[in-house]
């Protein structure tokens, strides 16, 4: 299966990601429209957990915005390992908005499974993703220098 693409171009390098519309396509879509309006241009990851994941897409970069909607949970089978894109969101499952995540490795990412929508994965890049992934934090799990998404495009 061919899958869409979309390419994040960070300050630690490019990341392009295959998108699973076959498993999630209200996320992969979501994620596309933001894409093409710029909404992740310029945004950065601003929570870092080493071994765990890279978290962005907030636009107000303390993971509490979004773009002023949500998305239902796509629950699937994929499960969550080292590249692995996902969507963030609160208690409530249906409240992934413009937040995703990456994860760094599948063995702090299995509780994941079944939990968050997976709804993609880093196809090329992953040295960049593992980067920032080693970035210093300081005790909120911000990185302690900015980690920017120069620009966020899609198919």
């Known amino acids: 299966m061919t899958y869409p693409t979309a ?9 392009t990601l295959e998108l699973w519309d076959d ?4 996320h992969v879509e979501n994620f596309q429209k933001l894409a093409k309006e710029g909404f992740y241009d310029g945004l950065s990851f601003h929570r870092i957990i080493k071994e765990f994941v ?35 969101r609160s208690a409530d499952p249906n409240s992934a908005g413009s937040q995703f995540f990456i994860c760094l490795g599948r063995d702090h990412c299995q509780h994941l499974d079944g939990k968050y929508t ?21 005790g909120a799990d ?13 198919e």
């Not at 979004?66 to 963030?88: I, Q």
């Not at 994965?121 to 210093?136: H, N």
């Open 54 to 88: 890279i978290q962005g897409g907030c636009p107000t970069g303390d993971g509490t915005g979004g773009p002023g909607w949500n998305v239902d949970a796509e629950f699937n089978d994929r499960e969550h390992h080292e590249g692995v894109l996902s969507m963030a």
């Open 142 to 154: 911000r990185p302690t220098e900015p980690i920017g998404m120069v620009s966020v495009t899609a």
């Open 23 to 26: 498993v999630a396509p209200k």
């Open 7 to 15: 390419t994040i171009e960070t300050t630690h390098g490019t990341l």
């Open 118 to 138: 997976a709804f993609g994965k880093v196809a090329d890049g992953i040295d960049a993703v593992r980067a920032i992934g080693q970035t210093d934090t300081d």
